[in-house]
């Protein structure tokens, strides 16, 4: 699976980015490996990994109660059916994440994904079904939450299948996930791309206090045209399928 970052600058934020650039402090963050502790700062980069692998692979000696992160080597993931992608996304920038699924798909590592990053202060997100046989998700939106700089958590935001209600192409999975069926996938024979989408958002505070909000800034542009300059490429992978079927 190849993984590739996409920024877009916002209108509405030109105003409060020039002059941040006046300012420009660049990457301060010399942490490139996901499983080290950092503390950041607003644009600075920093890194963050996605594992693919069945969702007990990701709890100790199959424990439901106990999920540890990737990086503890007693979940001995490596040793597993699994796979993963590193990201560096800008913090508080945001980003939507593409993870194209062409060569690999993620039902042949299991069909799960957790977001992580930190080893002594370890943050990992829940399991997320991506997808089996027969159901495959493609469009998630993931919040990093930060406090003083340090990532204290990383979710999984979900929007109750409401992009997919009334869309028979799609199938609403617990409530809360928009699905396609697998067979249409093109790694499985199909015509359609289900490469992954993993939209970004910031939220708490940086190592100088300054508040992260561009999870503010996702929620407040939904409502507005906006919005649709960013949402472009994201709707490139979801609006396929309105073609397709
Ligand atoms: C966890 O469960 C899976 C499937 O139920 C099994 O194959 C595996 O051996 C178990 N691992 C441990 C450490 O118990
Ligand atoms: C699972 O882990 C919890 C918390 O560490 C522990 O209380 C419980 O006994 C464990 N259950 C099993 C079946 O090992
Ligand atoms: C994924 O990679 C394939 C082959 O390189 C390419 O044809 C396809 O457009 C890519 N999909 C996305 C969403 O980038
Ligand atoms: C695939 O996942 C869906 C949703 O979690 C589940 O209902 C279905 O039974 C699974 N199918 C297979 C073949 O595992």
Redesign the pocket.
Known sequence: MAATTHRYLLLIFLAAVSSLLLVESGDTNHIYRPCSDTTVQRSDGFTFAIAFASRTAFFYKNNSSLQLSPCDSRLSLSSQNSQISVFRPKVDEISLLTINTSSSSPDNYG?YMVAFAGRKYAARSLPA?VA????TVTSFTLVLEFKKGRLQNLYWKRDGCTRCTGNNNFVC??NQDC?IRTSNCKNHGGSVDCSLGIQLAFSGTDKHLAVLNSWYEVENLRQYSLFGLYSNLRNSLTSQYNKIF
């Open positions: 069909g079904f089996n046989s027969t159901y999975l617990n699905a």
